[in-house]
């Protein structure tokens, strides 16, 4: 059978399983709607934040971002799972202790402010949205390269299905699909990986495989760094010193982000017990890490793979997925000194070969020579890391209106099953939204993830650790430290992001920080500013003293009435 | 019960610096801060710095958390918090 044939039946197949799960696990209260009714198993919960969390980019284009950057690549290893241990640590077990449904939540009540949920809310649907508009786009990109359709059709394809089990299942729908697409795309990942290990090194784990040999006796990575050296690029392992301080930033605010994201958080609430949420962490960063681990191997099997196959072979004897690829524009090839041969160099002048980052997970295998089924496999993995993460940002984003400015803030009367109706008529517009704005994605959204990280590192992290670390914190110390740290950080992102406008350059930055790195600052600055203010300004009323020295210790009920002390 | 409360917190404060520490160190100091210097060394094919940037400090991460999660479901029962 063809590549394209498997393509379609697995893609088929999982679909087809996801659709089931929605139709057995569907929602019949709030509860169920918001938080799966709260009694999710541990590793289970795990499985669903390891998929909630892994989206398109961490499938499809991490590998490919490393094997170009080497090294640097780690501030996204690092950062995108760094972050875990802080949650498992500071964040999910008292919020879990706390209860309720959203972050907005409990920004709202332990900072006894509307207003303080309201800052919360619009952060929170800030974040969520250009998230998921991302993702949407993933859906798109590989429908249309692997199915055949136009990109819009591949868009509205991954509406329909979102549409179909996040409106009728909810959370607890949501959580079991991610549960199959978690096995779906882990899989996917990993097979390919182990396949290329063996190929080029003869170990089948990866994660050993590329410091190991290769067939032909030297150690693969010294190998890959002569090739580069060789080429005029950098050795793939040495450390690019002006950069530390950005790498070292940009670490952070990943790290920091990743604690204060909404739709990671939420999933804490969906477990029964506080030590339920902070085992439930330790799965979700094992089941993250076997990708994260596998990454940086397939990104030095690949790069090896590229240079070998590539580098100063003639034009005419290329391999078919080449042209498969040319097709595209995401790999293209420019005759320079028109001797037909190509040269892949680091000096742009002479250099005539350009690969898209992004085509690294998805050509792999045919790079390497294996299988059409295991193609088929990538792209059933990509569309499930891009689905499920998707569908988790959805919730956050209607459970936000429904809960948070309906239930909470302008209709305090509503009814379980209005609000219940509300929830889905706003994930149904949520996944509307978009998909629409996935089909026609203004250029900056890719820049404004850096933005959703900022925001979050800057905002919720620190008014969420306050808020249980600290008893002194009172509203205004948290309010005006979120505020100042926005707004310190989005103006620094939007000043030095020309695609957004700015008009500041890169020689202009802060001790060399990136706009992706400042989220860090901007959580320091919160910090300061929130315990400074709080020092001068009244005590919280007693209440919210003895909510924080409740939520502390897993026992008892947070509600004073029925304490079990 | 006041008192084992305070105790009870103070312990979860010393277990959480211990770690976080730990946290910091491999991240931030071993896979950026000293990665030039640990460089020289080698884990089999693998640059000491490097590893620690692509493969280390996410192993020990997952460590870290299960350590807490022990500590804590320890402390929990000793103090007579834990939950049914």
């Known amino acids: 059978m063809s590549a394209q044939i498997w393509t379609y039946l697995l893609v088929g197949v999982t679909f087809f399983i996801y659709m089931i799960i929605a139709i057995v696990a569907r929602a019949g209260s709030t509860k169920e709607f918001y938080v799966a009714g709260g009694g999710v198993h541990p590793i289970v919960n795990g499985m669903a934040t390891a998929a909630d969390w892994m989206s398109a980019a961490s499938f499809l284009s991490m590998a490919g971002l490393i094997a170009f950057m080497g090294f640097s690549g780690g501030q996204y290893l690092m950062g995108w799972t760094g972050g875990y241990v802080l949650l498992a640590l500071l964040l999910a077990p008292y919020l879990r202790k706390f209860g309720k449904f959203t972050v907005p939540d409990f920004i709202g009540e332990r900072y006894y402010s509307k207003n303080a949920r309201l800052v919360a809310l619009i952060c929170a649907l800030f974040i969520s949205f250009t998230y998921v508009v991302g993702q949407m786009k993933g859906v798109g990109v590989a429908f249309a390269r692997f199915l055949n359709v136009p990109f819009d059709t591949g868009v509205l394809i991954g509406i329909g299905i979102v549409f179909f089990y996040a409106v009728l299942g909810g959370m607890k729908g949501i959580t079991y699909t991610q549960v199959a697409q978690f096995c779906v795309l882990i899989f996917a990942f990993t097979v390919p990986a182990i396949y290329i290990s063996l190929q080029m090194t003869g170990n089948p784990i990866p994660q050993v495989g590329f410091g190991s040999k290769g067939t032909d006796g030297v150690y693969l990575l010294e190998k890959l760094n002569l090739l580069s050296q060789d080429l005029g690029f950098d050795a793939y392992t040495s450390i690019d010193k002006e950069n530390l301080v950005n790498m070292f930033f940009i670490t952070g605010a990943l790290m920091f982000g990743t604690a204060g994201l909404p739709h990671v958080i939420v999933r804490f609430f969906t477990v029964p017990r506080v030590k339920d949420a902070r085992i439930s962490a330790g799965w979700a960063l094992l089941f993250i890490a076997i990708l994260y681990t596998t990454a940086p191997a397939v990104a030095v099997f690949a790069r090896t793979n590229i240079i070998n196959t590539l580098s100063e072979k003639p034009y005419a004897e290329v391999p078919q997925w080449f042209t498969n690829w040319e097709k595209t524009g995401l790999l293209t090839f420019d005759d320079k000194n028109k001797d037909g041969i190509i040269q892949y160099v680091a000096d742009a002048q002479i250099n005539e070969l350009t690969v898209d980052q992004d085509i690294i997970v998805l050509a792999n295998p045919e790079i390497a020579n294996l299988p059409p089924w295991v193609i088929g496999l990538v792209v059933a993995g990509g569309l499930a890391a891009a689905l499920s993460t998707a569908a988790g940002l959805l919730l956050v984003i209607s459970t936000s209106i429904s809960h948070d400015l309906l239930k909470n803030y302008l209709l305090p009367d509503i009814s379980e099953k209005n609000e219940l109706y509300a929830a889905r008529v706003a994930i149904a517009v949520a996944v509307v939204a978009a998909g629409l704005a996935g089909l026609n994605p203004p250029g900056f959204v890719a820049q404004v993830v850096a933005l959703a990280f900022g925001l979050a590192a800057s905002s919720f992290f620190p008014a969420i650790i306050l808020g249980i670390f600290d008893k002194r914190m009172n509203k205004e110390g948290a309010i005006t430290g979120m505020i100042v740290g926005i707004v310190f950080t989005a103006s620094y992102i939007i000043y030095f992001k020309p695609q957004l406008g700015g008009p500041g350059l890169p020689e202009n930055f802060w001790w060399g920080i990136s706009p992706e790195g400042i989220g860090t600052l901007g959580m320091i600055l919160n910090f300061i500013i929130a315990l400074i203010v709080s020092r001068f300004t009244v005590a919280p009323p007693k209440e919210v003293q003895e909510l924080t020295e409740r939520i502390r210790t897993p026992r008892g009920s947070v509600s004073p009435k029925n304490n079990s002390h | ?84």
């Open chain 2, 1 to 84: 019960m006041i008192k084992t409360k305070s105790t009870y917190w103070n312990t979860n404060l010393k277990y959480l610096a211990l770690l976080l520490i730990v946290w910091f160190v491999v991240s931030f100091l071993f896979g950026i801060v000293f990665a030039e210097y640990l460089n020289q060394f080698k884990l089999g094919g693998f640059p000491l710095g490097f590893w620690f940037a692509h493969q280390g400090a996410i192993y020990i991460f997952v460590i870290l958390i299960f350590i807490y999660v022990y500590l804590m479901n320890r402390l929990d029962k000793k103090h007579d918090v834990d939950e049914v």
